[in-house]
Nanobody, 120 residues
Framework: QVQLVESGGGLVQPGGSLTLSCVASGRILRINDMVWYRQAPGKQRELAAVITSAGGTNYADSVKGRFTISRDNAKNTVYLQMNSLKPEDTAVYTC??????????????WGQGTQVTVSS
């Protein structure tokens, strides 16, 4: 009843930029934290950035100063602006959100992920 759909991934050269989007749809009453995770080949999934419903943010040390997470509550959308991309940023980026929906209690929903490849 709630779906998260990411977009915006692709191939970019080192030093380039990409903006990811994740839209939540369904019978949504409220969205609390929205989070971007990433998983590089052969590595564990790691939290890249999180934003609370009030707009508070936190970042992994590896992306701090280069990535910016934001959200548009009216559109149930979270963004990840990624600048100064490095090859080590190559990963599948997945968004998750804590959502209260009609008829259901608050729970986490996950998107399907979008591939970001940083390579020359």
């Amino acid at each position: 009843q709630v779906q998260l759909v990411e977009s915006g991934g692709g191939l970019v050269q080192p030093g380039g930029s990409l903006t990811l989007s994740c839209v939540a749809s369904g019978r949504i009453l409220r969205i609390n934290d929205m989070v971007w995770y990433r998983q590089a080949p052969g590595k564990q999934r790691e939290l890249a950035a999180v934003i609370t419903s009030a707009g508070g943010t936190n970042y992994a040390d590896s992306v701090k100063g280069r990535f910016t997470i934001s959200r548009d509550n009216a559109k149930n959308t979270v963004y990840l602006q990624m600048n100064s991309l490095k090859p080590e940023d190559t990963a599948v980026y997945t968004c998750t959100a804590d959502v209260a929906s009609l008829g259901f209690t608050l729970r986490a929903y996950w998107g399907q992920g979008t591939q970001v490849t940083v390579s020359s």
